[in-house]
C-alpha cells in the first residue's frame, strides 16, 4: 500500500541547505587561519552530523505524520438529511502483512481503529464493503440463524454483487458487518479467488451514540476463529458514531 513516507525529498532539501553552509565555512578558516586539515575535517564532520540530526528529526515528524494521514478516514459527517455513502473494505491477512488477520479498511486503505465513520441520525447511509477474501468462516451454533440474515437495512435486503438477498448461506460467509445496537447485520460472502465481492446497504440509524460494530464470522485465528483480528480494534470490530 501508499504507506512510504515521502521522507527523501524533504530531508534532502534541509540537508543540502545546512551542507552549504558547512562549506563555506570551512572555507573561510581554512583561508583566514591556516588551519590543519584536521581541524578543517573536524570542522566538516561537525557540520555534517548537524545536518543529518536536522533530517533526522524532520523524517521522523513526517513519518508520524503520514502514519496519521493512514488512520484519518474522512473529515466529518455530511450535512444532515443527505444520503451518505460509506465505502469500507476488507482485506486479507495476507494483503495487509499480517496473515491470519484480515481488517476492514476505509475504501482506500486507511486503518480503522477508531470511530470508522460518522453520520447522522435518522439520514440514510449506504453502506459499501468490497471484499478481497475468499476465504469462508460459516457461523457457529445459533449465530448462524441469527447472522447470516440481513437485518436492520431498507427493505431488509443488501445487494451482493448487485443481486438483491435477505441472507447469505453460512457456508459461504466470509465475515459480516454488524452493529448490535443499531440492529444493523450485513453478510458478506467470500470473494472470487482473485477477485472482490461487493456488498450495498441502505440503512437509517434511528439512535444516536458511539457503537461497537463487529465481525460475528469466526475469521480469526485460534481453533474457535474468535481470536486475533476478531477482538483486535481496527481489525474485526471498531466503531462508528451517529450524531443527532
Ligand atoms: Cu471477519
Redesign the pocket.
Known amino acids: 500500500m501508499d504507506a512510504s513516507p515521502p521522507v527523501t525529498a524533504g530531508a534532502h532539501e534541509r540537508k543540502d541547505g545546512t551542507t552549504i553552509n558547512a562549506t563555506n565555512r570551512s572555507r573561510v578558516s581554512g583561508r583566514i587561519l591556516l588551519l590543519p586539515g584536521l581541524v578543517t575535517l573536524g570542522l566538516m564532520l561537525l557540520a555534517v552530523s548537524l545536518a543529518l540530526g536536522v533530517a533526522a528529526v524532520a523524517g521522523v515528524a513526517r513519518g508520524a505524520r503520514a502514519t496519521a494521514d493512514r488512520l484519518v478516514s474522512r473529515p466529518g459527517p455530511a450535512p444532515a438529511g443527505a444520503t451518505v455513502t460509506e465505502s469500507m473494505r476488507i482485506e486479507t491477512g495476507a494483503m495487509d502483512g499480517h496473515p491470519g488477520w ?1 481488517l476492514y479498511t476505509s475504501a482506500t486503505g486507511a486503518l480503522l481503529p477508531g470511530v470508522a465513520w460518522t453520520v447522522h441520525q435518522d439520514g440514510i447511509v449506504v453502506i459499501k464493503i468490497t471484499s478481497y477474501d475468499d476465504g469462508t ?1 460459516p457461523l457457529m451454533g445459533v449465530q448462524a440463524q441469527l447472522y447470516d440474515h440481513v437485518r436492520g437495512t431498507l427493505g431488509g435486503t443488501e445487494l451482493v454483487d448487485g443481486k438483491t438477498v435477505a441472507w447469505v448461506p453460512n457456508q459461504q460467509i466470509a ?1 459480516t458487518f454488524t452493529v448490535p445496537a443499531l440492529g444493523l447485520n450485513l453478510p458478506v460472502p467470500a470473494a472470487p479467488t482473485g477477485g472482490t465481492v461487493t456488498v450495498v446497504a441502505r440503512f437509517t440509524p434511528e439512535r444516536a451514540g458511539v457503537f461497537v460494530w463487529q ?1 460475528y ?1 469466526p ?1 480469526g485465528s485460534a481453533d474457535s476463529g474468535m481470536g486475533g483480528p ?1 477482538s483486535a480494534m481496527g481489525f ?1 470490530e471498531g466503531k462508528v458514531r451517529v450524531i443527532a
Open positions: 484480515p468462516a465475515h465481525c464470522a475469521c476478531m474485526m
